[in-house]
């Protein structure tokens, strides 16, 4: 596997937990440079941004005790807002699991609230999934 493909897994990865980090670039300047197919740089953005996801729900499933405390990564406003929108709208509102400031912790609230892991599994995949996909378009088009 070549260093842009390892590259492009660990910064969508990264991006998917609460560490910043700006995968959709990554993407974008790889598809720019033309080295690998779109295909497989949306496969491995997707896989490697999906897993990032699944660390902030099992990070949500061990940590309901500690959610509220200041050393957890989550302000409570923002994960009470993401608890709350994912109490109302359930396991569908993963699908905005791509979203800039709520995604991240819509993920950890599925976790916190109990979430099956397969229907999170499926829902994130194509939430990410789709969004990589937006974006390859996009860089295609444009660059």
Partial sequence: MSGSLVGLFGLSFLAATLLPAQSELGLSALIYLGDQPAALLIAVASLGNTLG???????????????????????????DRASAWYRR???????????????????????????????????VAIAKTGRYIAVALVALEFL
């Fill in 89 to 123: 709208y359930g396991k569908w509102s993963l699908l905005l699991s791509w979203a800039p400031f709520i995604g991240d912790p819509l993920t950890l609230a599925a976790g916190l609230l109990k979430e099956p892991f397969w229907p999170f599994l499926i829902l």
């Fill in 53 to 79: 996801s699944v660390v902030n729900w099992a990070l949500g499933r061990g940590a309901v005790s500690y959610a509220h405390a200041s050393w957890f990564p989550v302000k409570p406003e923002k994960l």
